[in-house]
T-cell receptor, first 113, second 114 residues
Framework: AQSVAQPEDQVNVAEGNPLTVKCTYS??????LFWYVQYPNRGLQFLLK??????LVKGSYGFEAEFNKSQTSFHLKKPSALVSDSALYFC???????????FGPGTRLSVLP | GAVVSQHPSRVICKSGTSVKIECRSL??????MFWYRQFPKQSLMLMAT?????????EQGVEKDKFLINHASLTLSTLTVTSAHPEDSSFYIC??????????FGSGTRLTVV
């Protein structure tokens, strides 16, 4: 069965500094990996995905993520954080058969001015 | 592409009444839609999988008679919270399945039962 871990409940970073939100996964076969962001009282917004191809994936709002097969990780990164990036971030995985979409528990990112 | 519209965004209802939440896929057909419930500061909890033209599949512990799901067309799924009680107050989110996009989510519905 698939699983997703986001080891940090909360990440705090100063505005202008780089940020990383960690995600590791377990899946049979090749993974489809996703990052979503949720602002207060809103649904989830798609940020980026890895299906195949380059391990470094660029997404919305300047975010990127690197797929590392050997470490089974898909960490979300941004070179320079903005206060407006403060939100709840979810990593998700599904296997390459398109079934069993699983979310991580979420990481709350706070960017401090 | 892959836009999902959810309505209403907020609803307040009295205990004992029923509330219907709509989830529409605007630019694609969705044979499968999903309904989630999210408690404060928690991740999404899958409630049920809605299948067009057939009965929904409910997750363990979710009362199918309380949370009625209808997926009558390829672009519309509805969740009806029947005989609502204050403990049903929550944030409900729908999503539709696009394999290449992952799940596309609605904007959520904040239900408050008073």
């Amino acid at each position: 069965a698939q699983s997703v871990a986001q080891p940090e409940d909360q990440v705090n970073v100063a505005e202008g500094n780089p940020l990383t939100v960690k995600c590791t996964y377990s899946v049979s076969g090749n993974p489809y990996l996703f990052w979503y962001v949720q602002y207060p009282n809103r649904g989830l917004q798609f940020l980026l995905k890895y299906i195949t191809g380059d391990n470094l994936v660029k997404g919305s709002y300047g975010f990127e993520a690197e797929f590392n097969k050997s470490q089974t990780s898909f960490h979300l990164k941004k070179p320079s954080a903005l206060v407006s990036d403060s939100a709840l971030y979810f990593c998700a995985v599904r296997d390459n058969y398109g079934q069993n979409f699983v979310f991580g528990p979420g990481t709350r990112l706070s960017v401090l001015p | 592409g892959a836009v999902v519209s959810q309505h209403p965004s907020r609803v307040i209802c009295k205990s004992g009444t029923s509330v219907k939440i709509e989830c529409r896929s605007l630019d694609f057909q969705a044979t499968t839609m999903f309904w989630y419930r999210q408690f404060p500061k928690q991740s999404l909890m899958l409630m049920a999988t809605s299948n067009e033209g057939s009965k929904a599949t409910y997750e363990q512990g979710v009362e199918k008679d309380k949370f009625l799901i209808n997926h009558a067309s390829l672009t519309l799924s509805t969740l009806t919270v029947t005989s609502a009680h204050p403990e049903d107050s929550s944030f409900y989110i729908c999503s539709a399945d696009r394999v290449d996009y992952g799940y596309t989510f609605g904007s959520g519905t904040r239900l408050t039962v008073v």
